[in-house]
Protein backbone atom coordinates (compact mmCIF):
# COMPACT_ATOMS: atom_id res chain seq x y z
CA UNK A 1 0.00 0.00 0.00
CA UNK A 2 2.66 2.62 0.87
CA UNK A 3 4.62 1.92 -2.48
CA UNK A 4 0.73 2.72 -4.63
CA UNK A 5 0.76 5.64 -2.14
CA UNK A 6 4.09 6.89 -3.49
CA UNK A 7 3.51 6.28 -7.05
CA UNK A 8 0.39 8.13 -6.72
CA UNK A 9 2.11 11.71 -5.35
CA UNK A 10 4.79 11.27 -7.90
CA UNK A 11 2.29 11.37 -10.40
CA UNK A 12 1.30 14.83 -8.83
CA UNK A 13 4.98 16.42 -9.21
CA UNK A 14 4.94 18.75 -6.56
CA UNK A 15 7.49 20.32 -4.45
CA UNK A 16 5.52 18.91 -1.08
CA UNK A 17 6.17 15.75 0.62
CA UNK A 18 3.93 12.54 0.47
CA UNK A 19 3.00 12.79 3.78
CA UNK A 20 1.65 16.28 3.35
CA UNK A 21 -1.58 15.16 0.95
CA UNK A 22 -1.90 11.26 1.83
CA UNK A 23 -2.20 9.39 4.87
CA UNK A 24 -0.57 6.02 6.05
CA UNK A 25 -3.63 3.63 5.67
CA UNK A 26 -6.05 2.67 3.41
CA UNK A 27 -9.62 3.53 2.69
CA UNK A 28 -10.95 -0.10 4.36
CA UNK A 29 -8.99 0.68 7.58
CA UNK A 30 -10.68 3.70 7.93
CA UNK A 31 -14.07 1.26 8.12
CA UNK A 32 -15.55 2.13 4.70
CA UNK A 33 -17.35 -1.04 3.12
CA UNK A 34 -14.94 -2.79 0.40
CA UNK A 35 -16.89 -2.56 -2.47
CA UNK A 36 -16.78 0.92 -2.01
CA UNK A 37 -13.06 1.28 -1.58
CA UNK A 38 -13.22 -0.76 -4.66
CA UNK A 39 -15.30 2.02 -6.15
CA UNK A 40 -12.70 4.45 -5.41
CA UNK A 41 -10.24 2.62 -6.89
CA UNK A 42 -11.65 1.71 -9.92
CA UNK A 43 -14.02 4.38 -11.15
CA UNK A 44 -11.70 7.33 -9.58
CA UNK A 45 -8.48 6.11 -9.28
CA UNK A 46 -8.04 6.75 -5.67
CA UNK A 47 -5.71 4.51 -3.71
CA UNK A 48 -5.30 5.68 -0.48
CA UNK A 49 -6.87 8.33 1.52
CA UNK A 50 -6.12 12.36 1.74
CA UNK A 51 -5.57 13.30 4.75
CA UNK A 52 -8.56 15.11 5.70
CA UNK A 53 -10.31 12.20 4.25
CA UNK A 54 -8.41 9.78 6.84
CA UNK A 55 -9.20 12.16 9.45
CA UNK A 56 -13.03 12.99 8.27
CA UNK A 57 -14.45 9.32 7.45
CA UNK A 58 -14.07 7.69 10.68
CA UNK A 59 -16.25 10.75 12.53
CA UNK A 60 -18.65 11.21 9.93
CA UNK A 61 -18.99 7.26 10.43
CA UNK A 62 -19.57 7.55 13.71
CA UNK A 63 -22.26 10.03 13.26
CA UNK A 64 -21.27 13.14 14.84
CA UNK A 65 -21.92 16.23 13.26
CA UNK A 66 -18.40 18.28 12.11
CA UNK A 67 -16.58 21.26 11.27
CA UNK A 68 -14.50 20.10 8.50
CA UNK A 69 -11.51 22.79 7.00
CA UNK A 70 -8.54 21.66 4.69
CA UNK A 71 -6.88 23.22 2.34
CA UNK A 72 -8.22 23.75 -1.33
CA UNK A 73 -7.55 20.66 -3.51
CA UNK A 74 -7.21 18.35 -0.82
CA UNK A 75 -10.20 15.94 -0.93
CA UNK A 76 -12.98 17.16 0.96
CA UNK A 77 -15.88 16.03 -1.88
CA UNK A 78 -14.99 12.31 -0.80
CA UNK A 79 -14.49 12.85 2.89
CA UNK A 80 -18.32 13.49 3.08
CA UNK A 81 -19.53 11.33 0.40
CA UNK A 82 -18.20 7.92 1.17
CA UNK A 83 -19.47 7.93 4.47
CA UNK A 84 -23.08 8.82 3.19
CA UNK A 85 -22.69 6.02 0.12
CA UNK A 86 -21.05 3.34 2.95
CA UNK A 87 -24.11 3.68 5.33
CA UNK A 88 -26.89 3.77 2.82
CA UNK A 89 -25.71 0.83 0.76
CA UNK A 90 -25.26 -0.87 4.08
CA UNK A 91 -29.11 -0.72 4.97
CA UNK A 92 -30.52 -3.84 6.01
CA UNK A 93 -33.87 -2.70 3.64
CA UNK A 94 -32.64 -1.17 0.55
CA UNK A 95 -33.56 2.33 -0.02
CA UNK A 96 -36.13 2.61 -2.62
CA UNK A 97 -36.88 5.88 -4.52
CA UNK A 98 -40.18 6.31 -2.82
CA UNK A 99 -37.94 6.51 -0.04
CA UNK A 100 -37.47 10.48 -0.53
CA UNK A 101 -33.87 12.00 0.17
CA UNK A 102 -31.50 10.84 2.64
CA UNK A 103 -28.97 13.31 2.47
CA UNK A 104 -29.15 16.60 0.86
CA UNK A 105 -25.60 18.40 0.04
CA UNK A 106 -25.91 22.24 -0.53
CA UNK A 107 -23.55 24.39 -2.95
CA UNK A 108 -23.29 27.88 -3.70
CA UNK A 109 -23.11 27.57 -7.41
CA UNK A 110 -23.84 25.56 -10.51
CA UNK A 111 -20.70 24.32 -11.42
CA UNK A 112 -19.66 22.93 -8.17
CA UNK A 113 -23.08 21.29 -8.11
CA UNK A 114 -22.78 19.49 -11.34
CA UNK A 115 -19.46 18.60 -10.36
CA UNK A 116 -20.49 16.98 -6.91
CA UNK A 117 -23.04 15.12 -8.93
CA UNK A 118 -20.66 13.55 -11.50
CA UNK A 119 -18.43 12.17 -8.40
CA UNK A 120 -21.28 10.77 -6.90
CA UNK A 121 -22.68 8.88 -10.19
CA UNK A 122 -19.02 7.65 -10.35
CA UNK A 123 -19.30 6.19 -6.69
CA UNK A 124 -22.84 5.18 -6.69
CA UNK A 125 -21.75 2.89 -10.08
CA UNK A 126 -22.09 -0.39 -8.50
CA UNK A 127 -25.10 0.76 -5.69
CA UNK A 128 -27.64 1.45 -8.44
CA UNK A 129 -30.76 1.44 -5.83
CA UNK A 130 -29.24 4.74 -4.09
CA UNK A 131 -29.98 7.58 -6.90
CA UNK A 132 -27.98 10.80 -7.33
CA UNK A 133 -29.81 13.62 -8.57
CA UNK A 134 -29.39 17.55 -8.49
CA UNK A 135 -31.64 20.66 -8.57
CA UNK A 136 -30.18 23.96 -9.37
CA UNK A 137 -30.98 27.60 -10.72
CA UNK A 138 -31.63 28.17 -14.58
CA UNK A 139 -32.78 24.66 -14.87
CA UNK A 140 -36.43 23.38 -15.68
CA UNK A 141 -38.17 23.68 -12.60
CA UNK A 142 -40.96 20.98 -13.55
CA UNK A 143 -38.33 18.82 -15.17
CA UNK A 144 -37.08 19.09 -11.80
CA UNK A 145 -39.87 18.05 -9.60
CA UNK A 146 -40.88 15.01 -11.85
CA UNK A 147 -37.45 13.69 -10.32
CA UNK A 148 -38.09 14.78 -6.88
CA UNK A 149 -41.57 13.34 -6.97
CA UNK A 150 -39.73 10.23 -8.04
CA UNK A 151 -36.92 10.53 -5.32
CA UNK A 152 -33.82 11.22 -5.29
CA UNK A 153 -31.82 9.56 -2.33
CA UNK A 154 -28.78 11.80 -2.34
CA UNK A 155 -29.71 15.29 -3.43
CA UNK A 156 -27.34 18.38 -4.25
CA UNK A 157 -28.63 21.60 -4.51
CA UNK A 158 -28.05 25.30 -4.54
CA UNK A 159 -29.54 27.14 -1.82
CA UNK A 160 -32.40 29.46 -3.71
CA UNK A 161 -33.64 26.49 -6.40
CA UNK A 162 -33.82 24.23 -2.47
CA UNK A 163 -35.98 26.58 -1.03
CA UNK A 164 -38.13 26.48 -3.88
CA UNK A 165 -38.80 23.11 -3.90
CA UNK A 166 -39.07 22.81 -0.32
CA UNK A 167 -41.81 25.18 -0.38
CA UNK A 168 -44.10 24.41 -3.68
CA UNK A 169 -43.16 21.02 -4.45
CA UNK A 170 -45.71 19.06 -2.33
CA UNK A 171 -43.96 16.06 -3.89
CA UNK A 172 -40.79 16.39 -2.63
CA UNK A 173 -40.52 13.88 0.33
CA UNK A 174 -37.69 14.71 2.95
CA UNK A 175 -38.93 12.77 6.05
CA UNK A 176 -36.00 10.30 5.90
CA UNK A 177 -33.52 12.87 5.68
CA UNK A 178 -30.63 12.20 7.58
CA UNK A 179 -27.46 14.33 6.57
CA UNK A 180 -27.04 18.12 5.62
CA UNK A 181 -23.74 19.06 4.23
CA UNK A 182 -22.43 22.41 3.59
CA UNK A 183 -20.12 22.68 1.14
CA UNK A 184 -18.20 25.65 0.82
CA UNK A 185 -20.51 27.33 3.57
CA UNK A 186 -18.49 30.18 3.84
CA UNK A 187 -18.88 30.72 0.22
CA UNK A 188 -23.27 29.99 0.36
CA UNK A 189 -23.37 33.00 2.94
CA UNK A 190 -21.09 35.45 1.05
CA UNK A 191 -23.34 35.30 -1.89
CA UNK A 192 -26.08 36.55 0.58
CA UNK A 193 -28.02 32.95 0.48
CA UNK A 194 -28.00 33.22 4.45
CA UNK A 195 -31.67 33.69 5.02
CA UNK A 196 -32.19 31.08 2.29
CA UNK A 197 -30.04 28.83 4.53
CA UNK A 198 -31.93 29.82 7.64
CA UNK A 199 -35.08 28.81 6.01
CA UNK A 200 -33.69 26.07 4.95
CA UNK A 201 -32.99 24.70 8.19
CA UNK A 202 -36.07 25.38 9.80
CA UNK A 203 -38.54 24.01 6.93
CA UNK A 204 -36.12 20.67 7.15
CA UNK A 205 -36.14 20.77 10.73
CA UNK A 206 -32.59 21.33 11.72
CA UNK A 207 -31.81 24.45 13.68
CA UNK A 208 -30.19 23.45 16.87
CA UNK A 209 -31.82 25.20 19.61
CA UNK A 210 -29.76 26.09 23.27
CA UNK A 211 -33.17 24.33 24.90
CA UNK A 212 -35.02 22.11 22.36
CA UNK A 213 -36.84 21.81 19.01
CA UNK A 214 -40.00 23.85 19.81
CA UNK A 215 -38.45 26.31 17.08
CA UNK A 216 -38.86 23.97 14.10
CA UNK A 217 -41.42 24.42 11.78
CA UNK A 218 -41.44 20.62 11.11
CA UNK A 219 -41.12 18.07 14.19
CA UNK A 220 -38.09 16.06 13.68
CA UNK A 221 -38.58 12.42 13.33
CA UNK A 222 -37.24 10.99 16.28
CA UNK A 223 -36.07 7.60 14.42
CA UNK A 224 -33.99 9.60 12.16
CA UNK A 225 -30.65 11.07 13.98
CA UNK A 226 -29.80 13.79 11.99
CA UNK A 227 -25.98 14.27 11.28
CA UNK A 228 -24.58 17.96 9.67
CA UNK A 229 -21.25 18.34 8.17
CA UNK A 230 -20.07 21.72 7.35
CA UNK A 231 -16.92 22.26 5.25
CA UNK A 232 -14.82 24.98 4.10
CA UNK A 233 -11.21 25.93 3.06
CA UNK A 234 -11.40 28.84 5.23
CA UNK A 235 -13.47 29.99 8.06
CA UNK A 236 -14.66 32.92 9.34
CA UNK A 237 -17.39 34.68 11.41
CA UNK A 238 -20.27 34.00 8.87
CA UNK A 239 -19.39 30.17 8.76
CA UNK A 240 -19.47 29.97 12.81
CA UNK A 241 -22.75 31.49 12.50
CA UNK A 242 -23.90 28.57 10.67
CA UNK A 243 -21.57 25.99 12.78
CA UNK A 244 -23.57 27.40 15.78
CA UNK A 245 -27.19 27.01 14.37
CA UNK A 246 -26.90 23.66 12.29
CA UNK A 247 -24.09 21.66 14.22
CA UNK A 248 -24.50 19.82 17.42
CA UNK A 249 -21.47 19.42 19.70
CA UNK A 250 -19.80 18.76 16.48
CA UNK A 251 -16.10 17.39 15.87
CA UNK A 252 -13.52 19.86 14.32
CA UNK A 253 -11.16 18.15 11.80
CA UNK A 254 -8.21 19.83 10.67
CA UNK A 255 -8.53 22.84 12.79
CA UNK A 256 -5.53 21.70 14.63
CA UNK A 257 -3.49 25.05 15.71
CA UNK A 258 -5.52 27.46 13.84
CA UNK A 259 -6.37 30.48 15.77
CA UNK A 260 -9.99 30.03 15.34
CA UNK A 261 -12.87 31.10 18.10
CA UNK A 262 -13.86 27.84 19.30
CA UNK A 263 -17.62 26.97 18.71
CA UNK A 264 -18.98 26.65 22.43
CA UNK A 265 -17.65 30.50 22.77
CA UNK A 266 -19.64 31.33 19.29
CA UNK A 267 -22.91 30.22 21.82
CA UNK A 268 -22.32 33.33 22.93
CA UNK A 269 -22.81 35.32 20.32
CA UNK A 270 -25.62 38.67 20.51
CA UNK A 271 -28.74 36.99 19.73
CA UNK A 272 -30.13 40.23 19.29
CA UNK A 273 -27.86 41.20 16.70
CA UNK A 274 -28.98 41.85 12.77
CA UNK A 275 -28.89 39.53 10.03
CA UNK A 276 -26.48 41.42 8.47
CA UNK A 277 -24.12 41.93 11.52
CA UNK A 278 -24.66 38.08 11.79
CA UNK A 279 -23.52 37.43 7.69
CA UNK A 280 -21.29 40.14 7.88
CA UNK A 281 -17.42 39.74 7.91
CA UNK A 282 -16.50 42.86 9.66
CA UNK A 283 -14.83 40.99 12.33
CA UNK A 284 -12.36 38.84 10.70
CA UNK A 285 -10.78 36.03 12.54
CA UNK A 286 -7.27 35.89 11.96
CA UNK A 287 -5.47 32.86 11.65
CA UNK A 288 -3.60 31.47 9.03
CA UNK A 289 -5.29 30.05 6.03
CA UNK A 290 -4.66 27.28 4.09
CA UNK A 291 -2.76 27.52 1.01
CA UNK A 292 -1.19 24.52 -0.76
CA UNK A 293 3.10 24.66 0.47
CA UNK A 294 3.87 23.63 -3.27
CA UNK A 295 2.25 26.82 -4.87
CA UNK A 296 4.13 29.77 -5.58
CA UNK A 297 2.92 33.22 -5.18
CA UNK A 298 3.82 35.88 -6.48
CA UNK A 299 2.25 39.42 -7.27
CA UNK A 300 3.39 41.94 -9.79
CA UNK A 301 2.91 45.92 -9.21
CA UNK A 302 1.37 47.25 -12.47
CA UNK A 303 0.48 51.29 -12.88
CA UNK A 304 -3.22 50.99 -14.20
CA UNK A 305 -3.10 52.45 -17.57
CA UNK A 306 -0.79 49.52 -18.42
CA UNK A 307 -2.40 46.69 -16.78
CA UNK A 308 -3.98 45.64 -20.24
CA UNK A 309 -0.53 44.86 -22.00
CA UNK A 310 0.86 43.33 -19.19
CA UNK A 311 -1.72 41.25 -18.96
CA UNK A 312 -1.34 40.22 -22.36
CA UNK A 313 2.21 39.84 -22.46
CA UNK A 314 2.22 37.31 -19.36
CA UNK A 315 0.01 35.20 -21.28
CA UNK A 316 1.25 35.42 -24.28
CA UNK A 317 5.25 34.38 -22.19
CA UNK A 318 3.12 31.81 -20.46
CA UNK A 319 1.55 29.92 -23.42
CA UNK A 320 5.21 30.32 -25.15
CA UNK A 321 7.02 28.65 -22.41
CA UNK A 322 4.69 25.84 -21.95
CA UNK A 323 1.93 25.43 -24.79
CA UNK A 324 0.37 22.52 -22.96
CA UNK A 325 -0.41 23.99 -19.93
CA UNK A 326 -4.05 25.21 -18.35
CA UNK A 327 -4.23 29.06 -16.68
CA UNK A 328 -7.06 30.98 -15.12
CA UNK A 329 -7.44 34.45 -15.10
CA UNK A 330 -9.98 36.31 -12.50
CA UNK A 331 -12.05 39.26 -13.29
CA UNK A 332 -14.38 41.07 -11.36
CA UNK A 333 -17.23 41.54 -13.14
CA UNK A 334 -19.02 39.57 -16.07
CA UNK A 335 -18.42 42.32 -18.23
CA UNK A 336 -14.78 42.05 -17.82
CA UNK A 337 -14.84 38.79 -18.57
CA UNK A 338 -17.05 39.06 -21.83
CA UNK A 339 -14.43 42.33 -22.94
CA UNK A 340 -11.01 40.54 -22.32
CA UNK A 341 -12.58 37.14 -24.03
CA UNK A 342 -13.59 39.02 -27.00
CA UNK A 343 -10.15 41.12 -27.39
CA UNK A 344 -8.08 37.73 -26.90
CA UNK A 345 -10.28 35.80 -29.85
CA UNK A 346 -9.92 38.53 -32.18
CA UNK A 347 -6.71 41.15 -31.52
CA UNK A 348 -4.21 40.21 -33.76
CA UNK A 349 -0.70 41.61 -33.44
CA UNK A 350 2.84 41.92 -35.21
CA UNK A 351 5.83 43.10 -33.61
CA UNK A 352 7.11 44.04 -36.84
CA UNK A 353 6.53 46.76 -39.43
CA UNK A 354 3.59 46.18 -41.87
CA UNK A 355 6.45 45.67 -44.81
CA UNK A 356 8.13 43.26 -43.37
CA UNK A 357 7.84 39.13 -41.79
CA UNK A 358 4.06 41.63 -40.93
CA UNK A 359 1.45 39.16 -41.16
CA UNK A 360 -0.85 39.72 -38.24
CA UNK A 361 -1.15 36.86 -36.16
CA UNK A 362 -3.68 36.38 -33.01
CA UNK A 363 -1.95 37.58 -30.26
CA UNK A 364 -2.27 34.70 -28.05
CA UNK A 365 -3.55 31.23 -30.18
CA UNK A 366 -4.63 29.08 -27.07
CA UNK A 367 -8.28 27.74 -26.80
CA UNK A 368 -10.31 30.27 -24.32
CA UNK A 369 -12.94 30.08 -22.27
CA UNK A 370 -15.19 32.44 -19.90
CA UNK A 371 -17.07 31.77 -17.42
CA UNK A 372 -19.49 34.07 -15.05
CA UNK A 373 -23.01 34.31 -13.51
CA UNK A 374 -24.59 36.19 -16.60
CA UNK A 375 -23.81 33.11 -19.18
CA UNK A 376 -26.50 31.44 -20.33
CA UNK A 377 -26.80 28.08 -18.38
CA UNK A 378 -26.26 25.81 -21.60
CA UNK A 379 -22.88 28.11 -22.34
CA UNK A 380 -22.43 27.83 -19.13
CA UNK A 381 -22.14 24.57 -19.00
CA UNK A 382 -20.15 23.81 -22.58
CA UNK A 383 -17.57 26.18 -20.53
CA UNK A 384 -17.27 24.25 -17.23
CA UNK A 385 -17.14 21.00 -19.09
CA UNK A 386 -15.06 21.91 -21.84
CA UNK A 387 -12.10 23.53 -20.27
CA UNK A 388 -12.21 20.37 -17.87
CA UNK A 389 -10.79 18.00 -20.13
CA UNK A 390 -9.01 19.93 -22.31
CA UNK A 391 -5.16 19.83 -22.23
CA UNK A 392 -4.15 23.82 -23.18
CA UNK A 393 -6.73 25.94 -22.60
CA UNK A 394 -6.96 29.46 -20.92
CA UNK A 395 -10.10 30.14 -18.92
CA UNK A 396 -11.42 33.81 -18.30
CA UNK A 397 -13.77 34.09 -15.18
CA UNK A 398 -15.64 35.76 -12.39
CA UNK A 399 -15.48 34.50 -9.08
CA UNK A 400 -18.16 31.93 -10.04
CA UNK A 401 -14.77 29.69 -10.70
CA UNK A 402 -13.34 30.77 -7.63
CA UNK A 403 -15.04 28.19 -4.84
CA UNK A 404 -14.52 24.05 -5.03
CA UNK A 405 -14.44 23.85 -9.08
CA UNK A 406 -11.82 21.06 -9.59
CA UNK A 407 -10.22 21.67 -13.06
CA UNK A 408 -7.59 19.13 -13.69
CA UNK A 409 -3.88 20.29 -14.59
CA UNK A 410 -4.42 24.00 -13.94
CA UNK A 411 -0.71 25.14 -13.59
CA UNK A 412 -1.40 29.26 -13.27
CA UNK A 413 -3.86 31.12 -11.82
CA UNK A 414 -4.19 34.97 -13.00
CA UNK A 415 -5.90 37.52 -10.59
CA UNK A 416 -6.17 40.55 -12.82
CA UNK A 417 -8.43 42.36 -10.57
CA UNK A 418 -8.19 41.69 -7.09
CA UNK A 419 -10.07 39.97 -5.07
CA UNK A 420 -11.12 41.29 -2.22
CA UNK A 421 -11.01 39.54 1.21
CA UNK A 422 -8.07 37.33 1.73
CA UNK A 423 -10.23 34.01 1.78
CA UNK A 424 -11.49 35.00 -2.11
CA UNK A 425 -7.91 35.31 -3.08
CA UNK A 426 -6.90 32.00 -1.07
CA UNK A 427 -10.72 30.49 -2.83
CA UNK A 428 -8.88 31.33 -6.25
CA UNK A 429 -5.74 30.33 -5.76
CA UNK A 430 -6.42 27.03 -4.88
CA UNK A 431 -7.69 26.34 -8.56
CA UNK A 432 -4.00 25.59 -8.82
CA UNK A 433 -1.73 23.15 -7.11
CA UNK A 434 -4.29 20.92 -6.32
CA UNK A 435 -3.59 17.38 -4.19
CA UNK A 436 0.24 18.29 -4.10
CA UNK A 437 0.79 19.27 -7.83
CA UNK A 438 2.83 22.20 -8.47
CA UNK A 439 1.21 25.38 -9.26
CA UNK A 440 1.91 29.70 -9.45
CA UNK A 441 -0.38 31.91 -8.89
CA UNK A 442 0.09 36.25 -10.04
CA UNK A 443 -1.76 39.27 -8.04
CA UNK A 444 -1.50 41.97 -10.01
CA UNK A 445 -2.02 45.15 -8.05
CA UNK A 446 -1.90 49.00 -8.94
CA UNK A 447 1.05 51.06 -7.45
CA UNK A 448 -1.84 52.32 -5.05
CA UNK A 449 -3.07 48.76 -3.49
CA UNK A 450 0.39 47.58 -2.77
CA UNK A 451 -0.76 47.72 0.97
CA UNK A 452 -3.25 44.58 -0.10
CA UNK A 453 0.29 42.64 0.54
CA UNK A 454 0.18 43.44 3.90
CA UNK A 455 -3.58 42.62 4.28
CA UNK A 456 -2.61 39.21 3.18
CA UNK A 457 0.52 38.76 5.12
CA UNK A 458 -1.92 39.16 8.30
CA UNK A 459 -3.29 35.69 7.12
CA UNK A 460 0.01 34.55 6.65
CA UNK A 461 -0.24 34.81 3.41
CA UNK A 462 3.37 36.18 1.87
CA UNK A 463 4.18 36.65 -2.07
CA UNK A 464 7.44 37.48 -3.40
CA UNK A 465 7.57 39.96 -6.64
CA UNK A 466 7.46 39.15 -10.26
CA UNK A 467 10.05 39.89 -12.16
CA UNK A 468 8.10 41.82 -15.29
CA UNK A 469 10.85 43.87 -16.34
CA UNK A 470 12.99 40.97 -17.39
CA UNK A 471 9.80 39.19 -19.56
CA UNK A 472 9.22 42.27 -21.20
CA UNK A 473 12.78 42.52 -22.37
CA UNK A 474 12.58 39.09 -24.02
CA UNK A 475 9.55 40.17 -26.78
CA UNK A 476 11.03 40.53 -30.25
CA UNK A 477 10.41 44.33 -30.97
CA UNK A 478 10.86 45.25 -34.77
CA UNK A 479 12.75 41.90 -34.98
CA UNK A 480 15.19 42.61 -32.26
CA UNK A 481 15.17 40.57 -29.28
CA UNK A 482 17.32 42.65 -27.32
CA UNK A 483 16.13 46.01 -26.96
CA UNK A 484 18.75 48.93 -27.59
CA UNK A 485 16.34 51.00 -25.34
CA UNK A 486 15.30 48.97 -22.14
CA UNK A 487 13.77 50.89 -19.64
CA UNK A 488 13.11 50.60 -15.63
CA UNK A 489 9.71 51.17 -15.74
CA UNK A 490 7.21 48.95 -16.60
CA UNK A 491 4.71 51.74 -18.59
CA UNK A 492 7.55 53.19 -20.27
CA UNK A 493 8.96 49.99 -21.72
CA UNK A 494 9.31 50.14 -25.37
CA UNK A 495 7.38 46.98 -25.37
CA UNK A 496 4.30 47.88 -23.40
CA UNK A 497 4.00 50.93 -25.44
CA UNK A 498 3.94 49.32 -28.05
CA UNK A 499 1.50 46.88 -27.97
CA UNK A 500 -0.82 49.69 -25.88
CA UNK A 501 -1.09 51.89 -29.27
CA UNK A 502 -2.18 48.62 -31.13
CA UNK A 503 -4.85 47.66 -28.61
CA UNK A 504 -6.30 50.98 -28.88
CA UNK A 505 -6.14 51.52 -32.20
CA UNK A 506 -8.06 47.78 -32.61
CA UNK A 507 -10.83 49.10 -30.37
CA UNK A 508 -11.41 51.94 -32.06
CA UNK A 509 -11.34 50.30 -34.85
CA UNK A 510 -13.61 48.05 -34.01
CA UNK A 511 -17.15 49.60 -32.57
CA UNK A 512 -18.36 46.19 -31.19
CA UNK A 513 -15.37 45.75 -29.27
CA UNK A 514 -15.56 49.95 -28.34
CA UNK A 515 -18.81 49.38 -26.84
CA UNK A 516 -17.72 46.18 -24.98
CA UNK A 517 -14.63 48.06 -23.44
CA UNK A 518 -16.67 50.70 -22.35
CA UNK A 519 -19.62 48.91 -20.94
CA UNK A 520 -16.24 46.75 -19.12
CA UNK A 521 -15.08 49.48 -18.05
CA UNK A 522 -18.35 51.17 -15.94
CA UNK A 523 -18.53 47.67 -14.19
CA UNK A 524 -15.09 47.14 -13.10
CA UNK A 525 -15.49 51.03 -11.27
CA UNK A 526 -18.21 49.93 -9.81
CA UNK A 527 -17.48 47.04 -8.48
CA UNK A 528 -14.02 48.86 -7.74
CA UNK A 529 -16.27 50.94 -5.29
CA UNK A 530 -18.14 47.97 -3.50
CA UNK A 531 -15.11 46.77 -2.06
CA UNK A 532 -16.18 46.74 1.82
CA UNK A 533 -14.81 47.14 5.61
CA UNK A 534 -10.83 48.08 6.05
CA UNK A 535 -10.66 46.73 2.06
CA UNK A 536 -12.11 50.81 1.10
CA UNK A 537 -8.84 52.01 2.58
CA UNK A 538 -6.66 50.12 0.16
CA UNK A 539 -8.79 50.16 -2.86
CA UNK A 540 -10.01 53.38 -3.02
CA UNK A 541 -11.69 54.67 -6.02
CA UNK A 542 -10.68 58.32 -5.34
CA UNK A 543 -7.01 57.44 -5.79
CA UNK A 544 -7.29 55.92 -9.05
CA UNK A 545 -7.15 58.29 -12.41
CA UNK A 546 -10.30 57.15 -14.31
CA UNK A 547 -9.09 57.80 -17.69
CA UNK A 548 -5.49 55.53 -16.73
CA UNK A 549 -8.88 52.99 -15.66
CA UNK A 550 -10.13 53.54 -19.33
CA UNK A 551 -6.68 53.22 -20.61
CA UNK A 552 -6.71 49.50 -19.16
CA UNK A 553 -9.55 48.75 -21.57
CA UNK A 554 -7.35 50.19 -24.23
CA UNK A 555 -10.06 53.30 -24.44
CA UNK A 556 -7.85 56.17 -25.56
CA UNK A 557 -10.16 58.69 -23.39
CA UNK A 558 -13.06 58.03 -20.59
CA UNK A 559 -15.91 59.16 -22.56
CA UNK A 560 -18.05 61.54 -20.81
CA UNK A 561 -21.11 59.32 -21.36
CA UNK A 562 -19.52 56.47 -19.30
CA UNK A 563 -19.85 59.00 -16.32
CA UNK A 564 -22.69 60.12 -16.76
CA UNK A 565 -24.36 56.19 -16.91
CA UNK A 566 -21.99 55.29 -14.28
CA UNK A 567 -23.81 57.81 -11.71
CA UNK A 568 -26.94 56.77 -13.12
CA UNK A 569 -26.72 53.22 -11.98
CA UNK A 570 -25.13 54.19 -8.75
CA UNK A 571 -28.34 55.88 -8.26
CA UNK A 572 -30.07 52.94 -8.91
CA UNK A 573 -27.95 51.01 -6.74
CA UNK A 574 -29.10 52.85 -4.01
CA UNK A 575 -32.76 52.82 -4.42
CA UNK A 576 -32.43 49.32 -5.10
CA UNK A 577 -30.38 48.75 -1.47
CA UNK A 578 -32.42 51.19 0.36
CA UNK A 579 -35.58 48.74 -0.45
CA UNK A 580 -33.65 45.40 0.23
CA UNK A 581 -31.67 46.50 3.43
CA UNK A 582 -33.26 44.10 5.14
CA UNK A 583 -30.64 41.39 3.08
CA UNK A 584 -26.97 40.97 3.77
CA UNK A 585 -24.74 43.44 2.27
CA UNK A 586 -22.91 41.94 -0.56
CA UNK A 587 -19.72 43.10 -2.06
CA UNK A 588 -20.57 42.28 -5.65
CA UNK A 589 -23.10 44.60 -7.32
CA UNK A 590 -23.54 42.21 -10.25
CA UNK A 591 -24.13 38.64 -10.58
CA UNK A 592 -20.77 36.88 -10.72
N1 LIG B 1 -7.76 9.88 -2.13
C1 LIG B 1 -7.52 10.51 -3.26
N2 LIG B 1 -6.57 10.05 -4.10
C2 LIG B 1 -6.31 10.69 -5.26
N3 LIG B 1 -6.95 11.80 -5.68
C3 LIG B 1 -7.89 12.32 -4.86
C4 LIG B 1 -8.24 11.70 -3.63
N4 LIG B 1 -9.23 12.43 -3.07
C5 LIG B 1 -9.49 13.45 -3.90
N5 LIG B 1 -8.70 13.40 -4.99
C6 LIG B 1 -8.67 14.35 -6.12
O1 LIG B 1 -8.19 15.58 -5.58
C7 LIG B 1 -8.79 16.69 -6.23
C8 LIG B 1 -9.36 17.65 -5.20
O2 LIG B 1 -10.50 17.08 -4.57
P1 LIG B 1 -11.72 17.99 -4.09
O3 LIG B 1 -12.24 18.79 -5.23
O4 LIG B 1 -12.67 17.12 -3.36
O5 LIG B 1 -10.95 18.97 -3.08
P2 LIG B 1 -11.53 20.05 -2.09
O6 LIG B 1 -10.76 19.90 -0.84
O7 LIG B 1 -13.02 19.94 -2.00
O8 LIG B 1 -11.11 21.40 -2.83
P3 LIG B 1 -11.77 22.88 -2.69
O9 LIG B 1 -11.47 23.36 -1.30
O10 LIG B 1 -11.10 23.65 -3.73
O11 LIG B 1 -13.23 22.70 -2.90
C9 LIG B 1 -9.82 16.12 -7.17
O12 LIG B 1 -9.29 16.09 -8.47
C10 LIG B 1 -10.04 14.71 -6.67
O13 LIG B 1 -10.41 13.84 -7.72
Known sequence: ?????????????????????????????????????????ERLGFEVPTLVQAQAIPVILSGRHALINAATGTGKTVAYLAPIIHHLQSCDNRVQRSDGTFALVLVPTRELCLQVYEILQKLLHRFHWIVPGYIMGGENRSKEKARLRKGISILIATPGRLLDHLKNTTSFMYSNLRWIIFDEADRILELGFGRDIEEIIDLLGSRKTRHDDQENTVPRNSKIQRQNLLLSATLNEKVNHLAKISLDNPVMVGLDGKKIEPISTIESLDPSESDEDKYSSKVPIVGDYNVPIQLIQRYMKVPCGSRLPVLLSILKHLFEREP?????????????????????????????????????????????????????????????????????????????????????????????????????????????????????????????????????????????????????????????????????????????????????????????????????????????????????????????????????????????????????????????????????????????
Open 324 to 592: SQKVVVFFSTCDAVDFHYSLLSEFQFSPYPKTEEGTHQIFIGCKTFRLHGNMEQEDRRNSFQTFKTEKSALLLSTDVSARGLDFPKVKCIIQYDSPGEATEYVHRVGRTARLGERGESLLFLQPVEIDYLQDLEKHGVSLTEYPALKMFDSFPLYGQKNLAKKSAFIDSHPWVLCLQKALEVFIMSKPKMDELAKKAFCSWVRAYTAHRGDLKRIFMIKKLHLGHVAKSFALKQQPSLVGQSFQKQTKKRKIFEKKKNRLPKRRKVTSV
Open 1 to 41: MGEKKHSQRVKGEGNGTNSDVFASCSFSSLGLDSNLCEQLR
